[in-house]
């Protein structure tokens, strides 16, 4: 296994930022061929990584910080109104954790999520692929959750079980359900699910002030921000 200082880091060329139309991007990202243990994993989180497909990755913009990593300390968290009303909404739902989210049904529920909530966006058009690079990949301990409404698959969220937390890498759900708020639910579960695990912190990624898409996650107080190398608490 490679231990965090022995780790190889290396960075793209600019390129168009994905969230800020006027910004242009550059990613730092860890060696993919390096031998990432889950240990090494959570401490990159702690200090503001992420992972996509096999890349773990971080923003590293020459005059742009507005790429803040967030995290809930889930014994903390003190769900709104708003939220009750989201979970309870969603208790007929049931949720299991699954081997693999390599089959059909999953790429056409994600295929259609894709193409009615992100036709804006660098995922679209999606095609199979992308999808199976993107998500199923089975990285250190990821964890794949399948949400069904009766028989039918209403949503599916993959997360990575890291030892301070749970990282909510992505979630995709039927669009059609959208009165359900399930991407809000898939977040509430998975606060659940890090209580269950004595985990400390849900992470879910990063928020970015002037990027409407990302707005939904500062809903969640408390909510640490990774700033200047410290995590500080919004509350």
Not at 44 to 67: M, Q, V
Request: with cysteine.
């Amino acid at each position: 296994m490679t231990s965090l200082s022995n780790l190889k880091l290396f960075t793209t060329h600019p390129h168009q930022c994905s969230y800020l139309e006027d910004k242009q991007a550059t990613t730092l990202f860890i060696d993919p061929a390096a031998d990432v243990s889950t240990e090494t994993y959570s401490q990159l989180a702690d200090i503001g990584f992420r992972r996509s497909g096999e890349h773990i990755y971080r923003p590293h913009c020459e005059g742009c910080n507005a790429c803040i990593p967030v995290r809930i300390p889930v014994n903390e968290f003190s769900p709104t109104r708003k939220f009750r009303k989201i979970w309870n909404r969603n208790q007929d739902l049931i949720v299991e954790e699954v081997a693999d989210i390599k089959g059909n049904e999953y790429y056409r529920l994600y295929e259609q999520y894709i193409g009615q909530r992100h036709s804006d966006g660098d995922m679209f058009p999606p095609n199979r692929e992308q999808y199976e690079n993107f998500l199923t990949i089975d990285f250190a301990s990821t964890r794949f959750f399948r949400l069904s409404l009766g028989d039918n698959l209403a949503a599916v969220a993959v997360a990575d079980e890291m030892c301070s937390g749970l990282s909510a890498m992505y979630t995709f759900f039927d669009p059609l359900l959208s009165k359900r708020s399930l991407g809000s639910f898939a977040i509430l579960w998975q606060i659940e699910q890090s209580k269950a695990l004595n985990l400390p912190y849900l992470y879910l990624g990063y928020w970015i002030k002037d990027c409407r898409k990302m707005n939904y996650k500062i809903d969640y107080r408390p909510l640490q921000l990774f700033i200047n190398d410290k995590w500080l608490t919004l509350t």
